[in-house]
């Protein structure tokens, strides 16, 4: 029998902001700009601390797309003494490393100039391509266009920023669509041999959004999913499911790699309604699998030097610790 690994990561979910340009029809994260949609650098400070002494080793800062463009945002920005959210990341990610962990960035949407500004503090980074169909899930979220989107994506590769991205399943795509969009990742990773992991991540109806109706992909047809991404990209590519949102160990044969990110001290904030499994749970969910923990920064971009040199330090720490103390 081949002997399987599955990874993961233990990290501290950090979102900046819920303030967020886009309107899509199932997202229940984004607020209106108001008291509190800003997470105060002090609760930044102590969730960090809280997480370094829970063992973790990826800060995920995370927050809605272009959040200057909603009237009004300014004023919480500049309360906190910067001018723009991603200087406010970039404090925030320095202040992470400082404190002995790794971030890793989800912004949405940044040009090559912000990429650039984030990658010196950053052991990856990452943006859901979602799909490349035009859906009427995205009709008004400029943000989520494909071509700029896959743009992106291209821009994190001429960087050599070890990347993140994945498909949301169930929001009104086809099975072609998946296909394609599966297609469009490998095309570009192929060009800059960047990306790390692809998230397949279904669908959760959210109360109140427009699509709180729409029906929920079931497993048999996320295993499709797998099957199909797992024949279309290349294995150096792991295939992430989140361990919160599905019944995952009927999932694992189908050809998952990793289940991501998941804190023992914050909640999934973009679906607080699923909590996270203890990391002892995952070794039951794999079944005959073995469960190693990982970096938010893989192993062979490690070994490609793909970081700023000033993260050495702390990534040779880290991947020491949790390759001599924990398993």
Known sequence: MEHRVITYSRNVFLPLTTVCRNRCGYCSFRTPVQE?????????ERDLGHGVRMG???????FGERPEDEPG???FIRRVGYTTILDYCEAMCRLAIRLGIL???NAGILTYDQLEQLRPVNASMGLMLETTA???AHASSKGKAPEVRLTMMEDAGKLRIPFTTGLLLGIGETVADREESLLAIREIHRRYRHIQEVILQNFCPKPGTPMAGFRVPDTGEICATIRMAREILPQEIAIQIAPNLIDTKKLIPCGVDDLGGVSPVTIDYVNPEHPWPAIEELRTIIGDAELRERLCIYPQFIERGWYD???QPLINRLAQTIKTGRG
């Open 309 to 311: 040199t000033g993260l």
């Open 73 to 75: 945002f300014e004023m």
């Open 36 to 44: 509190g949609c800003l997470m105060e650098p002090m609760d930044v």
């Open 56 to 62: 973790c080793t990826e800060a995920l800062f995370t």
């Open 134 to 136: 035009d859906l009427p």
């Open 103 to 105: 971030p890793h960035t």
